[in-house]
């Protein structure tokens, strides 16, 4: 549990927090251009792709104003499913999400929920190697569709 905080705090430091379990990074490309290549590296490593959700769309069809949002649905059973084992509760978490969106500056953002911050939340203290593993890889894809590449 102690390596599980510790993770879960580094995340804090390093990167922004928009709301409670909310990882947020900067992204160099636009909304759909960040989401297609979110949508392409997921994929690639394997992860089943559910949705993806254009908000920023949906609003415009019903004449509201929002500026670009997607969110990104995926999941892999061999991570979730352990989570779920280990406390059914999670499936309200899970599948794993990446939104998109830009903020009223410009700035384009990606965020998603801290798989540690899940644990805390539901109260797994048995999967420490598996949030270690999901935390990785959330912040790997992250990091190669917001990158400049």
């Known amino acids: 549990m102690k390596k599980l905080l510790f993770v879960f ?34 994929a690639g490593a394997g992860f089943n792709v559910i949705a993806r959700i254009n908000h920023g769309k949906a609003a415009k069809a019903a004449n509201i104003d929002l500026k670009p949002v997607e969110l990104l649905i995926f999941g892999k059973p061999k991570a979730g499913s352990l989570l779920m084992q280990s406390q059914p509760s999670t ?13 009223a500056g410009g700035k384009v953002n990606i965020g998603w929920n801290d798989p540690a911050w899940i644990a805390v939340r539901h109260g797994i ?5 598996l949030i270690e593993k999901m935390t990785g890889a959330l912040r790997k894809f992250a990091i190669q569709a917001a990158g400049t590449d």
């Open 125 to 129: 203290t048995d999967k420490n190697m």
């Open 9 to 42: 705090g580094i995340l804090l430091v390093s990167s922004t927090q928009a709301a409670q379990g909310l990882v947020v990074m900067d992204s160099n490309h636009g909304v759909s251009k960040t989401m297609d290549r979110l949508e392409k590296v997921v």
């Open 91 to 103: 499936a309200i978490d899970l599948p794993m999400k990446y939104v998109v969106w830009e903020d």
